[in-house]
């Protein structure tokens, strides 16, 4: 059963088989498709199905007895024994760090402050290392399945530099929500500076029939004077950004950015969603606000754990929850892993709830459908669309195709547990966004990839000699005059004298 809604968008998409004969359309036969029942809020498993989209649309789902019109023309793809999947969204990403990649594998989120983040790179990085570092980032996403990425692209330092992330992003093919950062920054680039920019890519609306949509990120909401902050508010309501994000992070952090707090401004019950991320620190009363406006939080598993954010708390409100990445340039870009890494973290952490009282868990208390649902669908309502994240007639056709032969899901019964439990990048054999193949055969469907890559090594490698000769930070004292910096204790792999902790090799 489908909303009014998406009757209207199919009603549509079939108007538009019968008047336009040069409507593309493609036709994925035979598959095991996990589509999403709407009635009942529920994945819903479709076997020896098939998918026609036509342009960018899913028009009919349908099983081998259905007698269905195929549009004339139609490309037809055999998809006799793998897995059709709704393409996954990542709601957290800083897509222009690509070219950290490897060098901060073993940092913290004080040290990564000071070294890899927003204010210490702004005296490093070009615009064309902002450009094809988006551009390579978004590339590798695509590669791993996800379709959709708000990116807060805090890699803008200047009118510039702004300005290339946002060309990186409508380069990609990706559906990103290009989240424009406005932020304190001390190279001379103002707030006023920002928001003007910010007036000026809405206006120019560069991104308008591309996949790409103008969004909002911001910090400031428990930092900043009122002033700024309600200058950053109206800025955001005059540039009509299609989503507003912004870190979470209380506690020692001390950057709250909480529901609360944006609520106090009367910015928090709005049509346009706000994503927080990480939310470790949430307060009941945050929990309470997040369900009743409506709003979600992003929480990234394998950033929290990687930096030390906070305690896994957001499984007390994963029905207002997504999944992200984070810094992609230190760990995984896919979110299947985030999925994996967060559903096994949640089931240890209730299981020990009750092994701590020494009794004997019954059951297990997180499901593979519940992350697969994360990772799909809770990404699409946390942007407030409808159309991202799932299977259904009139979504948008962004897909992902599994090959159900590779050696990891060979055997495959359940397409939800062979996806979030055994899968792996090299399984994905096709990526589709708006009906565009993005990978095809295993292979990235971009021109000239191997001139982007060339690039982008130009660029990395410059950027990486230049950290390479920047000093390590002496963490001491507190940080940011909210809590004392204190060492954790190193692990100790080796029998005998040292560790085995070792130094990077870069």
């Excluded at 560069?206 to 428990?222: I, M």
């Excluded at 030390?308 to 979110?335: C, E, K, M, N, R």
């Excluded at 990839?449 to 930070?473: D, N, V």
Aim: one cysteine or more.
């Amino acid at each position: 059963m489908q909303s009014p809604a998406f009757r209207h968008l199919v009603a549509l998409c079939f108007c538009g088989i019968l008047a336009i004969s040069s409507a593309s359309s493609i036709l994925f036969s035979g598959g095991t498709v996990i589509a999403f029942d709407q009635a009942i809020e529920a994945l819903q498993i479709l076997r020896n199905s098939s998918v026609l989209v036509v342009d960018d649309r899913i028009v009919s789902l349908f099983d081998s007895q259905s007698n269905i019109t195929i549009p004339e023309g139609t490309e037809k793809i055999d998809v006799t024994g793998k897995i059709v999947s709704p393409g996954f969204v990542d709601t957290h990403r800083h897509g222009w760090e690509t070219a950290f990649k490897t060098i901060a594998s073993n940092t913290s989120l004080a040290e990564y402050f000071v070294r890899y983040g927003e204010f210490a790179s702004q005296d490093k990085f070009t615009a064309e290392d902002v450009y094809i570092g988006q551009l390579a980032g978004l590339l590798e996403t695509l590669n791993a399945g996800v379709t959709t990425i708000l990116d807060h692209a805090h890699g803008s330092w200047s009118d510039e530099t702004a300005q290339a992330g946002l060309d990186g992003s409508i380069n990609s093919g990706a559906r990103v929500f290009h989240g424009f950062t406005i932020h304190a920054l001390t190279n001379g680039y103002s707030i006023t500076d920002q928001l003007a920019k910010l007036q000026s890519v809405a206006q120019e609306s560069k991104f308008k029939n591309t996949s790409v949509s103008l969004g909002l990120a911001y910090d400031g909401f428990s930092t900043a004077t009122a002033e700024e902050v309600n200058s950053v508010i109206e800025a955001a309501k005059q540039a009509n950004v299609s989503v507003i994000t912004t870190h979470c992070a209380g506690g020692p952090w001390g950057f709250a950015n909480s529901p609360e707090i944006l609520h106090s401004y009367n910015f928090l019950n709005i049509s346009t969603p706000i994503v927080f991320s990480h939310a470790n620190f949430l307060t009941t009363q945050d929990a309470s606000l997040l369900r009743s406006t409506n709003q979600y939080i992003s929480t990234t598993p394998e950033s929290e754990s990687h930096y030390g954010v906070g305690a896994p708390t957001a499984y007390h409100i994963q029905d207002q929850a997504a999944l992200g990445v984070d810094t992609h340039s230190t760990f995984s870009a896919d979110i299947i892993t985030q999925a994996r890494i967060w559903l096994q973290t949640v089931r240890r952490t209730l299981y020990v709830q009750v092994l701590d009282q020494w009794n004997v868990p019954t059951n297990n208390p997180m499901s593979v459908n519940q992350a697969f649902l994360l990772a799909t669908r809770h990404g699409g309502l946390a942007l407030r669309r409808q159309d991202i994240g799932v299977l259904v007639e009139g979504a948008k056709a962004d897909m992902v195709i599994f090959n159900g032969d590779s050696p990891g899901l060979l055997g495959w019964v359940d397409p939800v547990a062979a996806v979030i439990l055994h899968s792996n990048v090299g399984d994905i054999e096709h990526v589709l966004v708006d009906g565009k193949f993005v990978k095809r055969d295993g292979k990235l469907a971009v021109e000239n990839y191997a001139g982007i890559q060339q690039r982008f090594l130009e660029s990395a490698r410059r950027l990486q000699q230049l950290w390479k000769e920047t000093p390590y930070p002496t963490l001491e004292g507190t940080f940011n005059d909210i809590a004392d910096y204190e060492p954790v204790k190193e692990v100790d792999t080796l029998r005998g004298d040292g560790t085995g902790y070792g130094t990077n090799f870069v």
